[in-house]
C-alpha cells in the first residue's frame, strides 16, 4: 500500500487549501483519514471517512471549516479547508484503516498504513 499527499502550502488566515490524497494497492475495507500534527504536539485526527462512507467524523475545531471527500472508485480522500487559522498549521497525514464493516475509524492505533505528510502553514 502506497499513501501519497498533495497540495500543502502556505496562506494568510482566513485562506483556503484543498489537500490530495492518493492510496494505491488497497482492497475493499478501509476507513481513510486525515491528521495533523504541529510542532511540539500530539497527532491529531482532522476527519475520518468509513469505508462505505456512511461515516465521516471531523475534530471539533475543524467544523464547519473544513469538509472531507472520498472517492471510492480512485481510492482518493481530499479535504477543502476554508477559513484557514494560524493554529492549523501543521504537517498533515493521510492514513488508512482496514475495517470491517462501514464502520468509523477513530482511533489512531487502527491505521496502519501513513503518507509523508503534507505541510500547511497559515500565517495571521
Known amino acids: 500500500v502506497q499513501v501519497t499527499e498533495s497540495g500543502g502550502g502556505s496562506v494568510e488566515a482566513g485562506g483556503s487549501l484543498r489537500l490530495s490524497c492518493a492510496a494505491s494497492g488497497l482492497v475493499v475495507g478501509y476507513a481513510m483519514a486525515w491528521y495533523r500534527q504541529a510542532p511540539g504536539k500530539e497527532r491529531e485526527l482532522v476527519a475520518t471517512v468509513s469505508p462505505g462512507g456512511g461515516h465521516i467524523h471531523y475534530a471539533d475545531d475543524v467544523k464547519g471549516r473544513f469538509t472531507v471527500s472520498r472517492d471510492r472508485a480512485t481510492n482518493t480522500l481530499s479535504l477543502q479547508m476554508n477559513n484557514l487559522r494560524p493554529e492549523d498549521t501543521a504537517m498533515y497525514y493521510c492514513?488508512?484503516?482496514?475495517?470491517?464493516?462501514?464502520?468509523?475509524?477513530?482511533?489512531?492505533?487502527?491505521?496502519?498504513?501513513w503518507g509523508q505528510g503534507t505541510h500547511v502553514t497559515v500565517s495571521s
Open positions: 492514513a488508512i484503516a482496514p475495517m470491517l464493516g462501514d464502520q468509523p475509524a477513530l482511533h489512531r492505533w487502527l491505521y496502519d498504513h
